[in-house]
């Protein structure tokens, strides 16, 4: 006879356990301590077996019946009830493991090891400080849980502060991260696919920089009165005459520098084309190096930051820097250098395109034709760099000699 509420509420537990039948398999087993479980009895492939459906009242009768029904229809299926609860428990433990910000740090880390397609160093800090501010909001979510408005609301919060660029960016690296998940089988879909064109877009700005000649002798003169940190002068001097990316300059290191060779070799993690680029250094380049190393020493960082000697110096050092000289970030920036030798190195007319789009670390999606390009242009670069710097040179005392006093007309120390 089917159990009823009324029954189950009066039953009282006796020495030993004992069951209380209901219908088709199910039934009650009271516990001495006057627990009661439901309990289903089946069986599949010739064995009987139990299946635990709950704790009354926890799981009333009408519940008991419908897991009942819902196991039964497994075995109508062919699948085993035990094993397919043990199964689901095993997929809510992983997807609970699998928040988006355990993923997001696994994704980082196979980012920074990645080949030649892994992050540069500054690349790899920016991205992961990227993350973690959305992981304040969806870093502790199953990336299964996340919808499409999770991310938005998350990365609005950026765009809502006027930050436009690093919200877009954030909004990349996020849908990098749940392609990842979809890729290691942890998500079905990416849920960022369809949240193209929901921010609003930046203004797309150029790196300030100086291409006439002139202002570029004026620049440089200006420099050489700079009054602030010594290193930071150093590496005002130095930027013109190697013309490499920021971040690779106050991130050299002085096993990276061989005076004897007069060459500074960058290290393929460190550059943006996740390949070692060779810069000559001319004899001025050797010469700013050397007074750089009284000031930092001959180990570590040749760019120490002024706080501590184990981080590179800010990547708004230099900005900074060109600030403090009365150049606003429309005129000048610290990545300007490059733009300056890439154009009057162009304009000179004395060296092949070629040749300078190595200096310059421009990629090259031709692998043999970038090894070609390495070879037979090194002789050439290595002129190049010297008569760069002469050049230079000539650019600066054009300017001195223009303007006697110590301070340039335009120009205002801060």
């Known amino acids: 006879m089917p159990l009823s509420d009324v029954v189950?509420?009066?039953?009282?537990?006796?020495?030993k356990p004992f069951k209380m039948g209901d219908s088709l398999g199910l039934f009650l087993l009271v516990q001495p301590s006057?627990?009661?479980?439901?309990r289903l009895k089946y069986r599949i492939n010739g064995r009987e077996k139990k299946f635990a459906l709950g704790v009354y009242p926890d799981v009333s009768l009408s519940d008991a019946r419908r897991r009942r029904d819902e196991a039964r229809r497994l075995l109508a299926d062919g699948k085993d009830p035990s094993i397919e609860k043990q199964r689901e428990k095993t997929r809510s433990r992983i997807e609970a493991n699998n928040t988006f910000g355990a993923i997001a740090e696994e994704y980082c880390r196979k980012r920074r090891r990645d080949g030649e397609k892994a992050w540069a160093t500054s690349t790899a800090t920016r991205s992961e400080y990227l993350l973690s501010q959305l992981a304040i909001s969806i870093g502790r979510v199953p990336v299964a849980e996340i919808g499409p408005a999770d991310v938005l609301a998350?990365?609005?919060?950026?765009?809502?502060?006027?930050?436009?660029?690093s919200a877009r960016r954030t909004l990349q690296l996020a849908?990098?991260?749940?392609?990842?998940?979809?890729?290691?089988?942890?998500?079905t879909s990416d849920p960022t696919r369809d949240l193209r064109g929901a921010l609003i877009s930046p203004k797309v700005t150029h790196y300030g920089a100086i291409t006439d000649p002139a202002k570029a002798g004026e620049l440089l003169f200006a420099i050489d009165g700079y009054d602030g940190h010594g290193v930071t002068k150093l590496a005002l001097q130095i930027s013109p005459h190697v013309f490499v990316r920021p971040g690779e300059l106050r991130q050299a290191q002085w096993g990276e520098i061989d005076f004897a060779s007069a060459l500074w070799t960058i290290p393929a993690e460190k550059t943006k084309?996740?390949?070692?680029?060779?810069?000559?250094l001319s004899g001025q380049a050797v010469e700013l190096f050397r007074s750089l190393q009284s000031l930092s020493g001959t180990s570590g960082y040749a760019f120490p930051s002024i706080r501590t000697r184990k981080r590179p110096m800010s990547d708004n050092t230099l900005n900074a820097a060109l600030r403090r000289l009365g150049y606003s970030s429309d005129e000048m920036t610290g990545h300007g250098f490059r733009a300056m030798?890439?154009?009057?190195?162009?304009e000179s007319g004395l060296w092949s395109p070629d040749a300078i789009e190595r200096a310059l670390a421009h990629g090259d999606s031709d692998k043999v034709r970038a090894a070609y390009h390495r070879?037979?242009?090194?002789?050439?670069?290595?002129k190049m760099a010297q008569w760069w710097s002469?050049?230079?040179?000539?650019?600066?005392k054009e300017a001195q000699s223009r303007t006697p006093s110590t301070r340039l007309e335009g120009i205002q120390y801060r």
Do not use: C, Q
């Not at 084309?273 to 000559?280: A, L, Q």
């Open 390 to 396: 002469d050049y230079l040179d000539g650019l600066r």
């Open 175 to 187: 849908s990098s991260v749940f392609r990842y998940a979809v890729a290691t089988v942890r998500l």
């Open 154 to 165: 998350a990365v609005r919060k950026m765009e809502d502060k006027g930050n436009l660029e």
């Open 34 to 38: 006057g627990g009661k479980l439901w």
């Open 273 to 280: 084309m996740r390949k070692p680029h060779h810069v000559p």
């Open 341 to 346: 030798a890439s154009t009057l190195l162009n």
């Open 375 to 382: 070879g037979a242009h090194w002789k050439e670069r290595l």
């Open 8 to 15: 189950i509420r009066n039953a009282k537990p006796r020495e």
